[in-house]
C-alpha cells in the first residue's frame, strides 16, 4: 500500500464540550445498538433546538442524519438544500436518487442499510457551501454520530465532508485516488452526487469506483 497515503484531521472548534464526539480509538462494535439508537434519538432532539450559528434563521428543518445504526459504511454529504429542508431527510431530490442508485449497484445494498448524515444540519441560504464557522459550530454533532454508529470506512461526499474530517489541501479528485483516516476509521474520498448530476458520467463512474473501494474496505 505505499501509494496510499494516511492524514489525521486536526482537532476542530465545534463548540461542544472537549469530549463531545471525541474518539480517542477505534470504538468496540459490540454495543448495545438499542441504547445507540437512543442517543442519536437524544442527539437529534438537541440537533431541532440548537440556535449555535446563523444558519439556524434559515431552516424550516434541521436535518440530523438517518440510517442504519450498525452500518459498517457512514457517508457524509454537505449540508441540506431545499427539498432536505422540506422533508427533514438528507438527501432527497435527484442527488438522493443517484445516491440510491449507486449504492445499489456498486456495494448491492440499499440506503437504509447504511447511515447518512451532513456536516451541517441546517440549509444555508440559496444552497451556499457552509462557511468554516457554521461547520465548526456543527461538526461535534457529526463527531457524536460518528462515534455511535461506529462504522469502519467513511465515504466523504464532496470536498466540504472530505476537508471538514480530513486536514487536506487537495480537492476530492485528486483525493480519491488516496485513503484517508480520520480518528482511524478509513476515509474515502469521492464526489458529492450534484457535482456527479452536473458533470455527467465520467463523473458517476467514478463515483461508482469509490464507493466499490469503499464497500471492499468495510468488507461488505
Ligand atoms: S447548522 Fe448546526 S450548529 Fe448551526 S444552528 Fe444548525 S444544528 Fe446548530
Redesign the pocket.
Known sequence: MDNISKTYSEEIDT?MSANDGVLSHRPSHNKDFCLVAEELDLLSVK?DG????E??NF?QN?VFGEGNVQSKIFLVGEAPGYNEDIQKRPFVGRSGKLLDQLIEEALGSTRASLYIANV???RPPDNRTPQKL?IN??LG?LNKQIELVSPKVIIALGNTAFKALVDATEGVTQARLNLYSYRDIDVVPTFHPSAALRNGKRVVDMMREDLVKAGRLACL
Open positions: 463548540g440537533v440548537c440556535k449555535k450559528c444558519l439556524h431552516r434541521a451541517v444540519k441546517c457554521e459550530s456543527c454533532y
